[in-house]
């Protein structure tokens, strides 16, 4: 027998699995078109030359890649932003700004299975194309509150780190650190907290940043308010400016309390440039929620004119997770609206015109299939939680009639087949 189980790293999704995902995925795009978002996607195969970037992220390290029988250099996708850059470049002059779009796709890497972690995972992304303003990033952070709020989790559960990347730019030219080296010092900073501090000073001594500048960007990493941030970098910062009104905005739509200022929060995707975040769950059990930022200067990076972009990528694991540790994990049944039974052989196309019928005014009907007793087919009613089992029997129909069973106020009638 062949080896049933997915590939290494992958899942299988059964119908119970398959239920919980799609009432997620159906979270993710309610909150999409609430904020009048379009859907797009992509091949989950794309170029390879998308996504190399030398700037060490692991998300680049663990590329999915390979040379496919044309000799293309091609990879599964790490992740969604660099696809919608390409849109973006393709649509060119043509794309009215500005965009707003969602995607909602798989995303691969090919890590060692020394860490056993998964290969696959979706994402859901929001991205707004065109608008250079933390307006923007203020509207991307609505959206992730309103999706933690849709599946039932407060601010008390969870929350949003928030700092800028200009904080760290600022920093860092301060200590007279070339912009150049900015993308890979991020990616470095980004692992503070998940390497030990002296394996980071090692990987920045490496890029030729001095340990003078690392106890520099170290403390304004640890800063804990704007204001000391203020007094670090100048009140008249960008960076301050940003997150000031960042916050003002969120005030606004009221959503304040569930931000956390943090500027240890780099995030680890080299193309970000300005305002980044990440959801976190409070008790500190789980990794990010979900994560996001500007990227001013990506469309640049692939060959094409910069335009402002920003945008977050939401996982389906950890949210899951994080769900189940609250209990607040729906288990959605399988549901039909009515069970249809002919009760001999000779009433089968007189059941199944029933059942099309029924299907025609939009009810979800389960025609059974096989000669089966009563008794089962009340057990079977019951499992697939219908509301009406419709009984074809031999002596009704003479008359045209059914024999309806309504199962939640247990009431019986015999009515005229059409009446259903
Ligand atoms: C918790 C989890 O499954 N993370 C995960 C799983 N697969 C991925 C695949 C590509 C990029 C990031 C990924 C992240």
Not at 100 to 123: L, N, P, S, V
Request: hydrophobic share 45%.
């Amino acid at each position: 027998m062949i080896d049933t189980q997915p590939p290494r790293g992958t899942r299988d999704f059964f119908p119970e699995d398959m239920r919980l995902r799609n009432w997620l995925f159906g979270e993710f795009a309610a909150v999409s078109a609430s904020f009048g978002f379009e859907q797009f996607d992509a091949p989950v195969l794309e170029s390879e030359e998308l996504f190399v970037r030398k700037a060490g992220e692991e998300i680049t390290d663990q590329l999915y890649n390979f040379e496919d029988k044309g000799q293309r250099r091609v990879a599964l996708r790490p992740e969604l932003t660099p696809s919608l850059a390409r849109l973006v470049l393709q649509r060119g002059k043509a794309l009215t700004l500005p965009a707003k779009w969602f995607a909602i796709g798989q995303c691969w890497r090919y890590e060692r299975t020394t860490r056993g972690r998964r290969r696959e995972h979706y994402q859901w992304n929001m991205d707004i194309i065109g608008v250079p303003g933390v307006e923007a990033e203020a509207e991307l952070l609505a959206a992730i509150v309103a999706l933690f709020e849709r599946v039932g989790l407060t601010k008390e559960d969870v929350g949003i780190k928030v700092s800028s990347r200009k904080v760290l730019q600022s920093v860092l030219t301060q200590y007279g650190v070339p912009p150049e080296s900015f993308a890979r010092v991020c990616v470095i900073v980004d692992k503070l907290d998940k390497l030990p501090r002296e394996k980071v000073e090692e990987e920045l001594a490496a890029l030729g940043v001095p340990a003078a500048t690392i106890d520099g960007v170290l403390s304004a990493l640890s800063l804990r308010s704007l204001e000391a941030l203020g007094d670090l970098v100048g009140r008249d910062s960008e960076a301050v400016a940003d997150l000031n009104r960042l916050f003002e905005l969120a005030e606004g739509y009221g959503y304040k309390d569930w931000l956390v200022f943090d500027p240890s929060v780099v995030r680890g995707l080299a193309y970000y440039t300005g305002v980044v975040f990440e959801g976190f769950d409070r008790a500190g059990q789980l990794r990010a929620i979900c994560g996001g930022g500007r990227y001013d200067r990506l469309l640049g990076s692939l060959g094409g004119a910069d335009s402002p972009m920003v945008g977050f990528g939401f996982g389906d694991a950890v949210i899951v997770e994080l769900l189940k540790d609250k209990g607040k994990l729906p288990a959605p049944p399988h549901t039909v609206d009515d069970v249809v039974v002919p009760l001999d052989a000779s009433l089968r196309p007189a059941a199944a015109g029933i059942a099309s019928r029924l299907r025609r005014a939009g009810r979800r009907v389960d025609l059974v299939l096989e000669a089966k007793k009563m008794k089962w087919a009340f057990k079977h009613a019951e499992k697939l939680h219908a509301s009406r089992l419709v009984l074809v029997g031999a002596s009704e129909w003479e008359r045209g009639n059914v024999v309806v069973k309504d199962l939640a106020k247990f009431e019986q009638a015999e009515v005229p087949a059409d009446s259903l």
